[in-house]
Each structure stands twice: as structure tokens, then as C-alpha cells.
């Protein structure tokens, strides 16, 4: 029995370690491939979506591994590591491309954004002096430093735990042998 909660968190790890080599590559293929893809919305989504599943499929991996019984700690520890080691990869991946590969394309894509979140607010009617202000505030961020990507992390690494809470009460069971 003591074997078992070491087996679900290796699982968890290995997962994590899944997760992270594909959106490492995700983020490899589009500095690649296409650059322009890092301001598109629908590549955030995938990659939410690409979290959440290989988080779930972890946590289903280790009901297994537990024979079907599972408790909300367990359920939640299991997402957690496998998101927590996925998004740090991602996050080292992106400071490697942003802060030494490729510094220039940190300041084109900061660029780009800026044109784009202008452009939006011109549709939505925003006065012009409105947009300059939130132009000026954006430009004096540099989302690609190595602090802000930590930053970043942590906060993501909360958004996706809210997330596991919920998964964890979806997995969790109740031992029907509670003597065992």
C-alpha cells in the first residue's frame, strides 16, 4: 500500500513531462514555423485545452493505478504535479526562445500586440486619448522578461489548481472497504 502513492505521483510526473514536451514543441513549431501564431487567441486555447486534458487523463491514470479508489488529495496532488511540471517546461522553453535565442522576436511580438489591442479598441469606439493612455501603459510592459514569464507561471499554475480542484471532486471516490 505504501508502494502506491509513490507509483501514482511517478504517473504524475512522467505526465507532466508529456505535457511539457508538447507545448514545448508547440512553442518551438510556431517560433518556427510562424511566429505570428503567438498573438493568435485559438493557440491559447489549444493550449488550455491540450492542459486540462493531459491533466484529467493523468489523474484517470491514477484511479487506475489505485485500483478505482481514489480520494480528493490524491486526485488533486496528481493534476497538480502534471500541470505544475508542463507549464514550468513551457516556461523555460519560452524564456530560452524570448530572452536568448531570440530576443528580437520578443520586441516584434510586443509590437504586434500593441497594434493589435489598438486596432480592437477602435472597434469597440474607444475615444483616441483612452487608447493612447492604454497604449503607453502596455509599451512600459515587457511581457517576455524572465520575470514576468515566472510571474506568469505562478499565476497560471493558480487559474489551472482552481481547475484541478474541480477535477479532483469529479475522480474522487469513496473507499467501499473503509477498514481497508
Do not use: C, R
Not at 508538447?22 to 491559447?44: C, E, R, S
Not at 480592437?120 to 515587457?142: C, S
Not at 524572465?146 to 489548481?161: C, E, H, P
Request: proline residues 3%; aromatic residues 10%; charged residues 15%.
Amino acid at each position: 500500500m505504501e508502494n502506491q502513492p509513490i507509483s501514482i505521483k511517478k504517473s504524475a510526473v512522467n505526465y507532466g513531462l508529456i505535457l511539457g514536451a508538447v507545448l514545448a514543441l508547440m512553442t518551438t513549431l510556431m517560433y518556427v514555423l510562424n511566429p505570428d501564431l503567438f498573438t493568435k487567441w485559438w493557440v491559447g486555447i489549444i493550449s488550455f485545452i491540450i492542459i486540462i486534458a493531459l491533466g484529467i487523463v493523468s489523474v484517470a491514470k491514477a484511479k487506475g493505478l489505485l485500483g478505482g479508489i481514489m480520494n480528493f488529495k490524491q486526485a488533486f496532488t496528481v493534476y497538480f504535479i502534471t500541470v505544475a511540471i508542463g507549464l514550468l517546461i513551457s516556461t523555460l522553453v519560452g524564456i530560452l526562445i524570448f530572452n536568448i535565442i531570440d530576443p528580437d522576436l520578443a520586441a516584434f511580438l510586443q509590437e504586434k500586440t500593441l497594434e493589435m489591442t489598438a486596432e480592437f479598441l477602435q472597434k469597440l469606439g474607444t475615444p483616441q486619448a483612452e487608447i493612447d493612455k492604454q497604449m503607453a501603459k502596455m509599451a512600459e510592459q515587457d511581457n517576455f522578461a524572465i520575470g514576468t514569464q515566472l510571474k506568469n507561471y505562478v499565476f497560471s499554475l493558480a487559474f489551472m489548481s482552481v481547475i484541478g480542484l474541480l477535477v479532483a471532486l469529479i475522480f474522487k471516490t469513496k473507499n467501499p472497504n473503509p477498514l481497508n
